[in-house]
């Protein structure tokens, strides 16, 4: 525990920060801070002097040339996360967001408008119950005695229908019935009142839209890599959150080889929520693991030898999220506890929870953040709590007065204006009192003995706040490793520093950018484009974790650098240290031209034109000039893996960090084996699950056309006649000259035999439970075999588009669009519910065959039992109506029947132009807003 | 059509954004809008105009320079100095810093240390904007002196010190007072080359006579600028270091004493460790009464309990007669061991055995026991007494692990895993003071008891 002797001069003011803070793209170059003298104790005759930044570092080169796979691919699907088109106002960031000091305008109307569609139940559930009768849905003429009662919405529909249509003309009116209707119902017809609803939605945007640009709940990561427990070993474990809901946690083997490889399967738990947090510290030969979610915490306890399972130990509950969990260095069993509340918890598996403070302010001066960090020192009992404006040691045994500030954002460290704590780390590894804190502007290494004065201080220049960090300690005369990640970006940068105990803290080298998970999108197997943007979606998913291991073989070493995404892929780099190191040349590039020899690049200074005189032709012509020199790169710059939402160009190479010359290294055998891998597990997958490779769309166009509703004619001879005319403008590979409008084209019956066979579900399952093959009967409709119902579904959809076909071409065109949609919401249904009895009078009663498949009954069915009928929020005296209407058509297509809530909705919604939008496409999916 | 309903809209946003802005801040305030914010641009926007083109050119620089591509990060910085043309910006950051860094960064390491280039861009730069010329300056410097160039550096730091432009800010104040400071450092250099010069060939002599006239000069400018910068709150230790070994050379201690004083105990400094090191350092120089060495470092172990120094003062306490100063060393000796950082230094773990045997031996002052153990004994059997450790220190070092087995056979008595495992380990190996120590504990045993019984009344906590 030795302290520099003598420490790089530095200022020290109090107070508020005076620097202005801002972007500062290329602070962390160029500068060596200060210098001190290095090794005063040697005599000699020249003093020499050591940089406090640029000193030389270990080299670390990167073996392969992106991030590999290390485990399976994670077995199920990712939902998408929020982008910002789904809740920002026609998906427009303003401008002077950029500077982050300005907001962006929230499309709260369309939110809220989903919200009628999604939920009508909840919305206008029970008035919709005791008015039902006071609407008309029916195209028919009102009886006179019903007329003073009833409106009439297919007219109120066609109003809308219209409106849309005129959708985005500066000169349109809301109809006089319209208005008149929304003005009629506006306050009565919700049922949670309007104001109160919007509140809360509002609530819920602006949370969702601070965690879009910055969602602090994966502070610290999930993913731990324990280490063997010798020192030779190769086999360690890595811990990390996966399944669906990323709520199973997996201890995994992995064998440190050329490149990781997992061995056997994982030993696996499944949790009560997603896991944001695994942290892990080794006390006495056992690993002890801590597991954050949002509110549970839990602790497993590893022992090192390989092959023992991991037991868990205790599982707390927080009523408010927790923000932090950290495991202690030092004493067993021991981890603290931080809550949104503003508490800290020191938690013991043996004598329960301590709380050591709880404060809802923040600790130097205001700020609303409620997160809050607690990690340990160099002394087991005192503990580091942090908020955003600083950090504080407290002692555990008396936590009121023994305390002192470890960290301030203040001019104490010299920090910007705005500045914030995004993440503080104990290094006890590297040495016992060194702690990290990373803001959003720069990295600090501070000592516990000289408090608030940074050791170290460095910018680090990332897009995005780090918010992980892993060290990997040195041992004497030797760097220490420092990773920083951040989530969104997928950044991760590799610092090394040394000193401490003997010499003050230097950091040694430049820093270094290791691959992100999506460098590894051109290095895979070539994809259609539509994979190929799925596949980019799922690469560029925010980072959820880091880790990294040491493998020493001889003089060589390596290390492993692990980083989980949110769609819980691990991918893992192996970068390489070779103890003799030769001043080799600047890695580039192949087709990179040397410059001139003898001058610098840096002094082809530019052909010097007075400033100033730029009147606009000549600034047109410099830009020009500018282009021709800069190399035209610049097309896809915004060109974003992360910004999923628009399908317009998926085949645009992703790359977050474009250059013009990429390195084109290519990648080893191995690694490309195991892209292969990954991709083969990841189609399987996908094939398994064929719903998730589309995104759900849901049509909400309208509720019933007057087509739908209209009595189908005999086949139309015009039909026959464009027929004919098609195949033969095809048989010519030629166009069509003219189309006639094929006139409201009479819907044709299709003459679909529909087998008794397909009676309701209670009969049917009854009739198996007597018979005794209830069990196989259940699997049939639980989807077990579902790709023979896919199968059969399929053959429907042919049949009906077949039938469509024959009524009218662009109705076919229409179907096949939404046919993958509607199929997997169909497959997806699954079991429908027993239905309180046959919906539909259906001769026998008999038990559904299994082959051949009955086509498209029992779904009808499904469609028309009361279950389905209030899932789509129809009230249950009108179901009756309805399926009166469904029965008649029964046969026929039936389009989703949308809830009618979905027309009312719009009407009330004191309505721009943008609000009715949503109606005329299929929408994105939903956000996940908290209803 | 489009566009009309756009910039409709737009304007519509813009009011919108105004009155909604304050609760739609971000709630940590970001450098850059987070880029997943970034959306594809529409093809209008997509038209490239300068001031994209500089961020996309200085974001390929940034990029090969992370992955030490030098060379390309050169050639794309060679583009990067045409946006230097346009420089209107009112950014915080211009592009003629970023060039100055940037540049400053790629030559220091692909250059192959030509100084010559480095110095002719380092020269370009300084022209490039006032307020940044004494950063530049002091920059140089550092690279200079990092390279052995020290006389360069000097003439660097003198020219710099020259410079005047109207009113300075705060922070080139501070910057200049930094260059003065270096400046002095390297006059102090020069004295202390000159000094061992004239120490070597004696103090007579005619040349000699020029040699210390010179020395005094450097005396004297080293002296001004440093005693300059060290009354500024701040971490000085070079500085201070310097300038007390000029006083104390011209035998001004009383100067010497009041700077180091001042430098430890000025509370608008902060808690330097090495500033209270200093002063002790120079007190015991200069033969000072153990009194105010202990009272110097009491006030070390208040700051920092884990300090090296600890075991020295751990060591003066224990030889001193006086009751309350053996008391605090028992305090300073169990405050070192808390710390992780001393898990394993035997040192310290002799020192508590010593002091705790001879207590045990007395039965004199078992209550200074108890109640240093009574804030410990739920903690410290596991931080440091576990069987893991008993059998991993028996391994590493054979001492540590007699220091310690004769530390929990007293605090945690026979039965102790850890005693139990060494001392069984130690009789197996025939080490003779391992038995000599199992009989030692066994015969104290009733310490022991004494110690953990909360009931007992003759140890007054």
């Known amino acids: 525990m030795e302290f520099p002797d003598v420490l790089f001069p530095s200022y020290f003011g109090c107070g508020p920060p005076v620097e202005e803070g801002g972007p500062a793209p290329a602070a962390g170059w160029g500068e060596q801070g200060q210098v001190l003298e290095a090794d005063p104790g040697r005599c000699q005759t020249e003093t020499m002097f050591v940089p406090r930044r640029g000193g030389t570092g270990e080299s670390w080169e990167p073996t392969e040339a992106a991030a590999v796979p290390c485990v399976p691919p994670n077995a199920s699907c990712w939902i998408p996360s929020l982008v910002p088109q789904d809740i920002l106002y026609h998906g427009f960031l303003h401008r002077k967001l950029r500077g982050g000091r300005s907001g962006a305008a929230l499309d709260f109307a369309k939110q809220l408008g989903h919200f009628f569609v999604d939920h009508p139940e909840d919305a206008f559930g029970s008035l919709g119950r005791l008015l039902h009768r006071n609407f008309h849905l029916g195209n028919s003429k009102l009886r006179r005695q019903a007329r003073d009662t009833t409106i009439r919405m297919t007219a109120l529909m066609e109003e809308i229908d219209r409106l849309e249509a005129r959708h985005g003309c500066p000169r349109q009116h809301l109809s006089p019935r319209l208005r008149w209707f929304s003005h009629l119902c506006r306050d009565w017809l919700f049922e949670v009142p309007l104001g109160l609803l919007a509140d809360c939605l509002h609530e819920e945007l602006l949370l969702q839209w601070a965690g879009l640009l910055f969602d602090d709940s994966l502070t610290g990561g999930a993913l731990a890599w324990l280490p063997p427990e010798e020192v030779g070993a190769q086999t360690g474990r890595l811990v990390y959150p996966g399944g669906q809901a990323m709520n199973h946690l997996y201890f995994q083997d992995v064998v440190l080889e050329e490149l990781p490889l997992a061995q056997g399967s994982p030993v696996q738990f499944e949790l009560n929520g997603l896991i944001r947090q695994v942290a892990a510290a080794r006390v006495d030969g056992e690993d002890f693991v801590g597991v954050r979610s949002d509110y549970h915490c839990g602790v497993w306890r590893v ?116 500045e914030r704590v ?134 060589r070493e390596s290390l492993m650098v692990f980083q989980l995404s949110e769609a819980g892929d691990i991918f893992c780099q192996r970068l390489t240290h070779e103890t003799v190191q030769a001043p080799a040349p600047a890695r580039t590039s192949g087709d990179e031209t040397t410059a001139a020899p003898g001058s610098s690049p840096l002094f082809e200074a530019p052909a010097s034109s007075p400033l100033g005189l730029g009147c606009e032709e000549e600034e047109e012509e410099e830009e020009q000039t500018f282009y021709l020199s800069n190399l035209e790169v610049i097309v896809n710059e915004e060109e974003d893996a992360g910004t999923p939402a628009p399908l317009e160009e998926p085949e645009l190479p992703p790359q977050p960090c474009a250059s013009p010359r990429p390195c084109a290294a290519v990648s080893s055998p191995a690694a490309a084996l195991r892209y292969r891998r990954w991709m083969k597990g990841l189609s399987k997958m996908r094939r398994e699950s064929p719903r998730r490779s589309w995104p759900l769309t849901l049509s909400q166009k309208r509720l019933f056309t007057r087509k739908e509703l209209e009595v189908p004619a005999a086949p139309n001879p015009l039909h026959g006649q464009a027929r004919q005319q098609l195949r033969q403008a095809m048989g010519e590979g030629g166009g069509i000259p003219s189309w006639e409008p094929p006139q409201p084209p009479p819907p044709v019956l299709p003459q679909l035999a529909e087998p008794s066979g397909g009676a309701d579900p209670l009969s049917s399952r009854l009739t198996a439970a007597w018979c005794g093959d209830w069990g196989q009967w259940w699997e049939e409709r639980s989807g077990f075999n579902r790709a023979q119902r896919q199968r059969a579904l399929r053959e429907r959809r042919r049949r009906q588009k077949r039938a469509r076909g024959r009524r009218s071409l662009s109705a076919s065109f229409t179907s096949s669009l939404t046919y993958q949609s509607e199929l997997s919401e169909l497959s997806d249904s699954g079991p429908p519910l027993p239905s309180p009895g046959p919906l539909i009078p259906r001769d026998s009663p008999q038990p559904r065959q299994r082959s051949p498949p009955p086509p498209a009954s029992p779904e009808e069915a499904a469609l028309l039992s009361s279950q389905s009928l209030r899932c789509r929020g129809i009230p249950k005296e009108r179901r009756k109506t309805l399926r009166d209407y469904l029965a008649v058509w029964a046969e026929g297509p039936i389009e989703l029947p949308d809830p009618p809530g979905s027309q009312a909705s719009q009407l009330c919604i004191p309505s721009s132009q943008s609000q009715l939008s949503s109606a005329s496409q299929p929408r994105r999916k939903r956000p996940r807003m908290g209803f | 059509m489009d566009t009309f309903l756009e910039e409709e809209e737009a304007a519509g946003k813009n009011s919108a954004a105004h009155t909604r802005s304050s609760t739609l801040l971000p709630g940590l305030h970001l450098p850059f809008l987070p880029p997943h914010l970034c959306q594809p641009a529409s093809s209008q926007e997509h038209k490239l105009n300068f001031k994209k083109s500089k961020e996309v050119c200085l974001r390929y620089i940034q990029d090969a320079m992370l992955q030490k591509q030098w060379k390309r990060a050169a050639e794309f910085l060679s583009f990067y100095v045409e946006s230097l043309e346009k420089d209107f910006s009112r950014e915080y950051v211009n592009p003629s810093e970023i060039i100055w860094r940037v540049g400053t960064e790629i030559l220091c390491h692909c250059s192959n240390g030509s100084m010559r280039e480095f110095n002719s861009f380092i020269e370009q730069m300084k022209t490039f904007g006032v307020k940044r010329y004494l950063k530049v300056c002091l920059e140089h410097a550092f690279h200079l002196l990092c390279n052995g160039l020290i006389d360069d550096a000097y003439q660097n730091l003198s020219l710099a010190e020259s410079w005047r432009y109207g009113e300075q800010t705060a922070i080139q104040d501070k910057e200049m007072k930094l260059i003065q400071a270096y400046r002095g450092l390297l006059d102090y250099y020069s004295w202390s080359k000159q000094k061992n010069i004239l120490l070597e060939h004696g103090l007579d002599g005619f040349e000699n006579l020029s040699v210390e006239q010179e020395m005094h000069s450097c005396f004297r400018k080293a002296a001004v600028n440093l005693k300059e910068i060290i009354k500024i709150p701040g971490v000085w230790d070079l500085f201070v270091k310097c300038y007390v070994d000029l006083l104390e050379f011209y035998g001004d201690y009383n100067e010497a004493h009041q700077v180091l004083s001042e430098y430890a105990y000025n509370s608008k400094f902060p808690a330097n460790p090495n500033a209270h090191v200093y002063l002790y350092q120079f007190l015991k120089r200069h033969g000072e009464s153990k009194k105010s060495l202990i009272s110097v470092l009491k006030i070390l172990h208040d700051l920092v ?52 045997k001879q207590i045990a031996i007395a039965e004199k002052h078992l209550d200074w026991i108890k109640q240093e153990w009574n804030s410990r004994k739920d903690w ?82």
């Open chain 1, 303 to 418: 022992p090192a030898r390989m092959g023992v399972a991991p037991t868990p130990l205790q599982v707390i509950h927080t009523s408010v999220p927790a923000s932090c969990l950290t495991v202690s260095p030092h004493l067993p069993g021991e981890l603290a506890v931080c809550t949104q509340s503003g508490s800290v918890y020191l938690w013991s598996v043996e004598s329960g929870l301590q709380r050591l403070r709880h404060d809802p302010q923040t600790m130097f001066f205001r700020d609303h953040s409620p997160w809050r960090w607690s990690d340990f020192t160099a002394h087991p009992r005192v503990l580091s709590c942090a908020d955003r404006t600083g950090l504080q040691c407290l002692d555990a045994r008396a936590p009121e007065r023994c305390h002192f500030d470890l960290f301030k954002v203040g001019e104490e460290a010299n920090c910007q204006q705005g």
């Open chain 1, 422 to 555: 995004v993440l503080p780390m104990y290094l006890g590894r590297a040495h016992p009192s060194q702690h990290l804190v990373t803001t959003q502007f720069s990295m600090y290494v501070l000592d516990e003995r000289l408090p608030l004065v940074p050791m170290l201080k460095w910018a680090h220049m990332m897009k995005a706040p780090p918010l992980f960090a892993h060290l990997t300690p040195g041992g004497p005369r030797r760097s220490h490793k420092v990773l920083l990640g951040s989530s969104h970006t997928q950044e991760l940068l590799l610092l090394q520093y040394q000193g401490g105990s003997r010499s003050a803290c230097q950091l040694a080298g430049p820093p270094q950018k290791l691959h992100p998970i999506t460098s590894c999108l051109q290095h895979l197997p070539a994809q259609l484009p539509h994979q190929h943007h799925l596949l980019q979606q799922r690469l560029g998913a925010p980072a959820a974790g880091l880790a990294a291991a040491v493998k020493e073989e001889g003089l």
């Open chain 2, 305 to 356: 309990p884990s300090h090296e120094l600890m075991i020295d003062f751990n060591t003066m306490l224990q030889k001193s007669r006086k009751r309350k100063r053996c008391r605090l060393g028992l305090e300073v000796i169990f405050a070192v061991l808390d710390y992780a950082g001393w898990k394993e230094n035997v040192k310290a773990w002799s020192c508590l055995a010593r002091q705790v």
């Open chain 2, 380 to 461: 410290w059997p596991a931080f440091h007494f576990t069987h893991y450790l008993a059998k991993r220190n028996w391994k590493e070092s054979e001492s540590l692990s007699y220091e310690k087995a004769v530390v929990a056979g007293i605090l945690l008595g026979k039965d102790c895993k850890y005693f139990k495992y060494v001392s069984h380990q130690g009789c197996k190996a025939q080490v003779k003071r391992f038995r000599i120590l199992k009989k030692f504990v066994n015969k104290h045993n009733p310490v022991y008891l004494r110690i953990s019984d909360p009931s007992d009344s003759s140890l007054k906590p």
